[in-house]
């Protein structure tokens, strides 16, 4: 079973609690892995008190995104090229900081959340 919940941040927040195996394998709940669109790979981030898992985005999954809206410019033959090379160039850096800003914010983060769940669900009954 799941829980929906509102984070600290405002947005909707889903969890559920797994098992680790002997070998510290966890399997990623089939909804999640649905509705995330994980792949091959995902990338697992430590924080302070926290592993975070996320899927890995490969930059060729923006190349249609950033064709798209070059075309919707206008921008056709050489000066598409041109401004498609430019515009890749930029994702890996800016993939990068927001990655740095995310960890960031993880980290100024108090806890694990515990206290808030502990508070949510204290009053109900077993």
Same mark, same amino acid.
């Given at each position: 079973?799941?829980?929906? &919940? ?7 927040? /889903?969890?559920?609690?797994? *098992?680790? *195996?002997?070998?510290?394998?966890? &399997? $990623? @709940? ?14 697992? !981030?430590?924080?302070? *008190?926290?592993? !975070? ?5 490969? /930059? ?5 995104? $950033?064709?798209?809206? #070059? $075309?919707?410019?206008? #921008?056709?033959?050489?000066? #598409? ?5 430019? &515009?890749?160039?930029? !994702?890996? @850096? ?6 740095? /800003?995310?960890?960031? #914010? ?21």
């Amino acid at each position: 079973m799941s829980i929906r &919940t509102i984070g600290r941040s405002g947005h909707l927040m /889903e969890t559920k609690r797994i *098992s680790v *195996s002997k070998k510290r394998q966890i &399997t $990623i @709940p089939q909804r999640f892995f649905e509705k995330l669109n994980i792949g091959d790979e995902v990338e697992c !981030i430590m924080t302070n *008190s926290e592993i !975070i898992i996320r899927p890995v985005r490969q /930059e060729t999954e923006f190349a249609e995104e $950033i064709l798209k809206d #070059l $075309i919707s410019k206008g #921008l056709q033959g050489e000066q #598409l090229l041109a401004e498609f090379r430019n &515009t890749r160039a930029k !994702i890996r @850096p800016a993939i990068k900081r927001m990655i740095e /800003e995310a960890e960031q #914010l993880a980290q100024e983060l108090d806890g694990t959340g515990d206290d808030m769940m502990q508070e949510i669900f204290s009053n109900m009954e077993d």
